[in-house]
């Protein structure tokens, strides 16, 4: 890929979003924390569509986090009575629109009846390729390189796998984003300035637009002023201003 795209005057290929306030927009208005998770996940929907209308192809979306089994367990239980709605009440219209869903994070952990939805809406929707929707659930970045490693060290003990020949390309087909482009955009809501243990691989070079809108919220005319916001980027990949444009960007 050429530098040309340096200075991107087209929309990312692949937008990350951490949805993030919730709960803040249940306190505002006195309400219980599973309102603003309803709520949020209302905003799926909608943050999908516009990206699917921009030309996005991959929308990667921080959803439960390895860190969220902390919070009390109806809360827990309530997000994952959620994500069964969700599943159900969206799969059809997935098909429609043309989109793919796909997960990152440990699945296997979650509650047996989410897996199974999870699985199934995975399967019905194995064929489109407007939009992959990446769900994070139960994802923690440390958890999945620590997971790689030990991917890539059973290899070497089998014999199947040297030492030397573990370089960058190897260890990212280990990840569970294996054939995912990196995130070109991450997006973080609510006005928190951290990555969470999210995407600790991928998000090396992405440029990160943080806004003070509450993940309830969001809708389309945030991601386009995100998008927008990425497109008066100038991504030089710790090049200079003088020869950004002539390197080549690792893909
Ligand atoms: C994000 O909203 C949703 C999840 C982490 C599941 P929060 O629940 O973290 O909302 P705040 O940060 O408390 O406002
Ligand atoms: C990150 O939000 C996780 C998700 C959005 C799923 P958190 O609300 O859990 O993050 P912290 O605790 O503020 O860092
Ligand atoms: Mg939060």
Redesign the pocket.
């Known amino acids: 890929m050429h530098a040309s795209l340096i200075t991107p005057s087209t929309v990312p290929r692949h937008i990350a979003?951490?949805?993030?306030?919730n709960?803040r927009w249940a306190r505002e208005r006195g309400w219980p924390r599973l309102k603003g998770h309803e709520q949020g996940s209302l905003s799926v929907r909608r943050v999908a569509d516009a990206c699917m209308s921009a030309g996005v192809e991959y929308l990667t979306?921080?959803?439960?986090?390895t860190?969220?089994w902390r919070?009390p367990a109806h809360e827990v239980s309530g997000l994952m009575l959620l994500l069964e709605r969700f599943l159900s009440e969206k799969v059809a219209d997935m098909i429609e629109n043309g989109v793919r869903l796909a997960t990152i994070g440990r699945t296997e952990a979650l509650p047996a009846p989410v897996k199974k939805r999870l699985d199934r809406a995975m399967a019905d929707t194995a064929h489109n390729n407007r939009l992959i929707l990446t769900l994070?659930l139960n994802?923690g970045g440390r958890d999945e390189i620590v997971e790689a490693a030990r991917g890539i060290a059973r290899g070497v003990q089998a014999g199947t796998l040297k030492p030397e020949s573990i370089n960058q390309e190897l260890f990212a087909s280990h990840l569970d984003t294996r054939g995912m482009p990196d995130p070109d955009l991450l997006i973080?809501t609510?006005g928190?300035m951290?990555?969470?243990?999210?995407l600790l691989w991928q998000l090396s070079y992405t440029e990160i637009h943080v806004t003070q809108k509450l993940?309830p919220d969001f809708g389309a005319d945030d991601l386009k002023a995100a998008i927008a916001d990425y497109a008066s980027r100038e991504r030089r990949y710790g090049a200079s201003m003088e020869n950004a444009a002539s390197i080549t960007i690792p893909s």
């Open positions: 979003i951490i949805m993030d306030g709960g979306l921080y959803a439960f986090s860190e969220n919070r994070a994802y973080r609510s928190e951290r990555i969470s243990n999210f993940w």
